[in-house]
């Protein structure tokens, strides 16, 4: 059994009765709420599942952030990616173990987590973003979550459209304002039979993608969004929460094919889409 006790610089994820959360890095010293205060110092060498009682007698249980919980407390410049479509990402995406993956647009670096979780220790994630201060917070926010610079991430500072990439890919990831732009570009690094995987807020942005999809020899090409809804559970009732994490944007999967020019792909049929009668 591995042992969960808490080291000294770990993160924890500090949590009231109530559901309350916050991010702390156990033996950091004196921490203050509205609960009370406690001693990280104490959080070193205990279980993850205990609780520390505050100074006003509340109780906090410790435990090690989860993806989830670590992309929600992330200091952000841009719009997330939530773990709902994250999830898609890999899985649509069939991102396995050992794949080689180019993303373009890294953000707050929080899809490259879940990225590097999927493709293991053996894969490679080589991240292409625009913006020099985006590229420094994404990782920053990596080496926190994982304790130091992954050995399997790449972060490369430049444009997709014309950075030199001398690399081939399994799995090519779009997370840019103006995605038709670079699906030329960048699927010359993506290897015949990989998937594409883009993400768009909007569904004029999407038209203009799966156009490009089309132009640069791609087949299978599905676009879906995914809405999350919570219930409320307890002995009494059980009904939805008034609230629900609705429309955040659009995924679009595309398989690159080889095709002569002007040769029309293959239609291949969702396997979730509803048979026809």
């Known amino acids: 059994m591995t042992d969960s006790r808490f080291e000294a610089g770990e993160l924890v994820l500090l949590t009231s009765q109530k559901g309350k959360t916050w991010l702390v890095r156990a033996g950091e010293g004196p921490f203050s709420s509205h609960l009370g205060n406690v001693d990280l110092n104490d959080v070193v060498g205990r279980q993850e599942g205990e609780c520390l009682e505050t100074n006003q007698g509340a109780k906090v249980f410790l435990f090690r952030p989860s993806l989830t919980d670590y992309v929600f407390k992330l200091k952000r410049k841009t719009q997330i990616i939530y773990p709902k479509d994250m999830g898609a990402f890999v899985v649509y995406g069939d991102i396995r173990p050992g794949d080689r993956v180019l993303e373009s647009g890294i953000g707050s670096g929080a899809l490259t987590l879940a990225l590097l979780r999927a493709v293991g220790p053996t894969g490679t994630v080589v991240s292409v973003e625009k913006r020099p201060e985006f590229a420094q917070l994404a990782?920053?926010?990596?080496?926190?979550?994982?304790?130091?610079?992954?050995?399997?991430?790449?972060?490369?500072?430049?444009?997709?459209?014309?950075?030199?990439?001398?690399?081939t890919v399994d799995r090519l990831v779009l997370d840019v304002?103006?995605?038709?732009?670079?699906?030329?570009?960048?699927?010359?690094?993506?290897?015949?039979?990989?998937?594409?995987?883009?993400?768009?807020?909007?569904?004029?942005?999407?038209?203009?993608?799966?156009?490009?999809?089309?132009?640069?020899?791609?087949?299978?090409?599905?676009?879906?969004?995914?809405?999350?809804?919570n219930w409320k559970i307890d002995e009494r009732r059980a009904r939805p929460e008034d609230r629900m994490v609705a429309h955040t944007g659009f995924i679009t999967v595309a398989k690159k094919i080889v095709r002569t020019v002007g040769e029309t792909p293959p239609a291949i049929r969702d396997p979730e889409a509803p048979v026809p009668r």
């Open 139 to 167: 990782r920053r926010h990596i080496e926190r979550f994982l304790g130091r610079p992954p050995k399997n991430h790449r972060l490369v500072v430049g444009d997709i459209e014309s950075v030199p990439l001398r690399c």
């Open 177 to 229: 304002p103006e995605p038709w732009h670079a699906v030329g570009p960048a699927s010359r690094q993506l290897r015949t039979g990989g998937l594409l995987i883009s993400w768009s807020p909007n569904v004029g942005q999407v038209q203009l993608v799966c156009r490009e999809l089309k132009a640069h020899g791609f087949a299978n090409v599905t676009t879906f969004e995914l809405l999350k809804r």
